[in-house]
C-alpha cells in the first residue's frame, strides 16, 4: 500500500512538472504577430454586380425589363451569390484580395432610357428607384447576408456603393421625385463650384436637394410602392425612430442617409465608396460620416461575433478628377475644398495614378507617393487605379501591358484598386458598344482557362496581391530607396507590437545578381523571394538572386 502511495506521489509530481515546463516553453516561445488589416494597404477589387458572375440565373429577367437594349446596356445576369461564389472558390483570396466593392445593388428604376446611347436598363446600379430595398435583378436581403457572411469568414470586407445626390432618370412608369426633393434642371457646367453642385449632372438625372433643410414629406411613389408589398407602416416606424435620435429634419438627404446607413446596421457591411462626391456640399458628407459611424458601433455592440477587428467605417470617396497632387484638397477653380477628415472622407480615389504611371519611372511615382502619403495626406490615404468603369482614358485599354500595370498598382504606396478583368485581360474594346458601355463586358472566365497569356496576366495578379495582403509595409508603409540601378527599395511598417519590412526589386534582367538588403535584413537571416518561391540567406549585407519575370519581392521567412 505504501509503495503504491509513494508512486502515486511521484506520478503527481511529474505530473506537475511536465505542465510547468511546457507553460514555461509556451511562455518563451514567441508568437507570431497577427498581420493586421490596414485600409492605407488595401487591395481593393472593384466589379460590377451584374457583370462579373452569374449564380442565380431565376433572377436574370424580372421586373418586366425585356425591351431589346443596346450593346451591354443591359441586365446580363451577374448577381450577389455570383459573388459569394467566386469568395467561397477562394478566387478572391488567390488574388490577395481583402476588400470588395461592389456598384450600387438598391432596386433601380423598372424601365430603361434611350438618351441616343441605345435602350438602357440601370444594370449599373446608379440609377436608384427605392433605396430601402435591394434590386430582385441582383438578388435578396437572404444573398447580402450571406455575402456578408461568407466574405467575412474570409477575412474580406464588403464596401457598398452609396448614391445620395441624384435619383434615377424619368420614364413613363419611374415618375419624377417632388419638385421639394429634386430639381430637374439647370444642367451643371463643371466651370465653378455652384456650377457643380446645385445643378444636374447629366440631362434626365434628377438632382436631390440637398441644400435644403426643409422637411418633406415621402415621395408618394415610394408610399405607394411600399404600402403594395406590406412595408409600409414599418418604413415609417424606422423612420420616425431615425429622426427622433438624430434631431435632423425630415429633409431630403437624411432620408437617404438613414435608407444608406441600413445596410451597415442590419447587414454589416464595412464601407461605402461614395459616388460623386464634389456634385454634393461637403458638409453632407460630414453628416453621412457621423451616421454610418453610428450604425457601425451599433452594429458591432449588437453583433460581436461578427467583428472583424476594431477598424472604423470605411469611407472612400469619388470626387471626379481629384488627384493626389492636390493633397487634401480639390481645385474648383474659385474654390478649394478639403473632403478628408474632419470633412469625411479616410481616402478619395486617385485619378491621377494612371497618368503618372504612364508618364513616369517607377522610382518617380513610388517617391512622389510615399512623399505625399507621409507628409501631406499622413493618416489618410489614396485609392489607385489604372482601370475603371466610366474611365474612357485607361492606362491600358488595348491590353499590351497587362504585367506592367500591374506591377506599378500593386507595388506603388497607398492602396490598390483592381477592376475585374485587370488580372485577366478582359477587353476593354467591345464592337457595337458606345460610351462608358466597353468598359463593361461580362468577366471573362472561359479565357483564363484556355488562353496562356491570361493564365500568366493572372498569375502575375495573384503573386504581386497576396505579397501585398501580407506585408502592410507596401502600400502603408515608409519607401527607401536602396539603388537605382538595379532598382531596389524598402518598404517598413510599424505599429503598436507589429514591424513588417521587405525588399523589392525591380526591372531586373534574367542573370543572377547580388541585391544589397543591408539595411533591412541582417546576416545569416533567412529570406524568401514571394515572386519565385526562392529562398535565399544574407551574406554580408547581400542576398544572390536570380528573378523571374524581373521582379523580386524579399520578405523575411
Known sequence: MKAIFKLLIFFLILTSCNKEAKTKAQTETPEVPEIPFVWENAN??????????????????????????????????????????????????????NAIWMTPIVEQIHDATDEGTGVTYGYHGYWAKDWTKIDPNFGTAEDLHELVKVAHDNGIRILLDAVINHTGPVTEIDPVWPDEWVRTEP??????????????????????????????????????KWKAEGRYEQEVKELDAFFERTGHPRAPRFYIMKWLTDYITDFG????????????????????????????????????????????????????????????????????????????????????FKWNAKQMAKKDVFHKYDSILQNQLKDFGTLNYITSHDDGQ???????????GGT?????????????????DRSLTIEGTIGDATLRSFMNWEQMKTVDSVKNTLTHYQKLGQFRSHHPAVGAGKHQL??????????????????????????????????????IFENDSEVKDAYSGKTYKVSEGKVKVKPENGIVLLEKM
Open 187 to 224: 444642367q451643371c457646367k463643371y466651370d465653378n463650384y455652384e456650377n457643380t453642385i446645385v445643378c444636374t449632372l447629366v440631362k434626365n438625372l434628377p438632382d436631390i436637394r440637398t441644400d435644403s433643410n426643409d422637411a418633406v414629406e415621402l415621395p408618394p411613389q415610394l408610399v405607394e
Open 482 to 519: 536602396i539603388s537605382e540601378q538595379p532598382f531596389v527599395f524598402s518598404r517598413t511598417y510599424s505599429k503598436n507590437d507589429f514591424n513588417d519590412q521587405v525588399v523589392i526589386a525591380l526591372d531586373l534582367d534574367s542573370a543572377e545578381m547580388a541585391l544589397d538588403v543591408s539595411s
Open 394 to 404: 485607361p492606362y491600358d485599354k488595348s491590353r499590351v501591358k497587362s504585367l506592367e
Open 44 to 97: 481593393i477589387y472593384f466589379l460590377l454586380t451584374d457583370r462579373f458572375n452569374n449564380a442565380d440565373t431565376a433572377n436574370d429577367n424580372v421586373l418586366n425589363r425585356t425591351k431589346e437594349a443596346g450593346v451591354l446596356r443591359g441586365f446580363e445576369g451577374g448577381d450577389i451569390k455570383g459573388v459569394t461564389q467566386k469568395i467561397e472558390d477562394g478566387y478572391f483570396t488567390d488574388l490577395g484580395i
Open 408 to 424: 506599378m498598382l500593386l507595388l506603388s504606396p497607398g492602396a490598390s484598386q483592381v477592376y475585374y478583368g485587370d488580372e485577366s
Open 269 to 352: 457591411i464595412d464601407g461605402y465608396r461614395v459616388d460623386t462626391v464634389k456634385h454634393t456640399e461637403e458638409y453632407v458628407w460630414q453628416e453621412f460620416k457621423v451616421e454610418c459611424d453610428y450604425a457601425f458601433e451599433q452594429f458591432k455592440t449588437n453583433n460581436p461575433d461578427k467583428v472583424l477587428d476594431d477598424n472604423g467605417f470605411y469611407l472612400v470617396g469619388e470626387v471626379y478628377n481629384y488627384g493626389i497632387s492636390g493633397g487634401q484638397f480639390f481645385d474648383y477653380g474659385d474654390v478649394k475644398v478639403n473632403y478628408f477628415e474632419p470633412s469625411a472622407f479616410r481616402s478619395l480615389i486617385n485619378f491621377e
